[in-house]
């Protein structure tokens, strides 16, 4: 499947996609059974895998179990370098350019770039950016990074542009897995607004409602992980909302 294809046609088209989060580690919990089921029925357009400390090691298991029950594509979502399986279907070739950490900007990149042109994957280049979400994340930690802070938006928004124009596929504003906030309406509106590729949008995302607005202010991909895990159910109304902002005329959204 071209991935790259699928997120361009649906931006041209302004239909919303709604991604589940999967952190390998979690898959000995027993709800991934229930996730997948409901994530079929729901039409979960892409699962991304992975997580900033993946410590078990259950990245192929968990990559082959979920190609055993459905066509949902998978779609690395690396928190290191170790986080890469053939198994997948793409990955998300990250440079964080929210900081200003070498090696996360170009320094990994070349060290993967030999085993990514021989693998299957597709890879997806894209623009990583860091949102303060109101407490120290994961992610901030691990990569020694300062992300942007929650109310700048023009500095989020010449971020995004010096991404797009540096060739970058995607942008990704992330305000970290379990951010106590989640990246601000008037942020995805400018940088919606001021870059063509298509924008990823996750981090704090916990009910329907808060999907639904993120994606009506711009974002074009909606990812949430930690409250799936947390209760799996959210996964009907949080993509039933997502997808719902695509169909809608601007006539029955003033309704
Ligand atoms: C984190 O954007 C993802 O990188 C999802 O965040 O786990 O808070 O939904 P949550």
Do not use: W
């Not at 078990?56 to 594509?73: A, F, G, R, T, V």
């Amino acid at each position: 499947m071209d991935l790259y294809p699928s997120f361009q046609t649906a931006k041209e088209t302004g239909q919303k996609k709604f991604v589940v989060l999967i952190d390998p580690d979690k898959i000995r919990l027993g709800n991934m059974d229930q996730i997948l089921k409901l994530a079929v029925d729901a039409q979960v357009d892409y699962f991304f895998i992975g997580g900033s400390l993946v410590v078990n090691n259950m990245l192929d298991q968990c990559l082959s179990s979920i190609k055993e029950k459905c066509d949902i594509p998978m779609i690395l979502f690396p928190g290191n370098s170790f986080q890469l399986s053939y198994r997948a279907d793409g990955i998300l070739f990250l440079s964080l350019i929210s900081g200003r950490n070498a090696e996360l900007l170009i320094g990994k990149h070349v060290v993967t770039a030999p085993y990514l042109k021989l693998s299957p994957l597709e890879i997806l280049s894209t623009g990583y950016m860091l949102i303060d979400g109101g407490i120290p994340t994961t992610v901030s930690y691990i990569s020694n990074t300062q992300p942007i802070p929650a109310n700048k938006d023009d500095v989020a928004m010449c971020t995004a542009i010096a991404g797009e124009m540096l060739g970058l596929k995607m942008i990704y504003m992330d305000a970290g897995s379990g951010a106590k906030n989640p990246v601000r309406n008037s942020m995805i509106e400018m940088v919606s607004g001021a870059v063509q590729i298509p924008l990823i949008v996750g981090g704090g995302i916990r009910d329907a409602v808060t999907a639904y607005e993120k994606a009506k202010a711009g974002a074009d991909v909606i990812v949430v992980g930690n409250a799936i895990e947390k209760d799996p159910q959210l996964i009907i109304d949080m993509a039933a909302a997502v997808h719902s902002v695509s169909t809608k005329t601007p006539a029955t959204d003033k309704q």
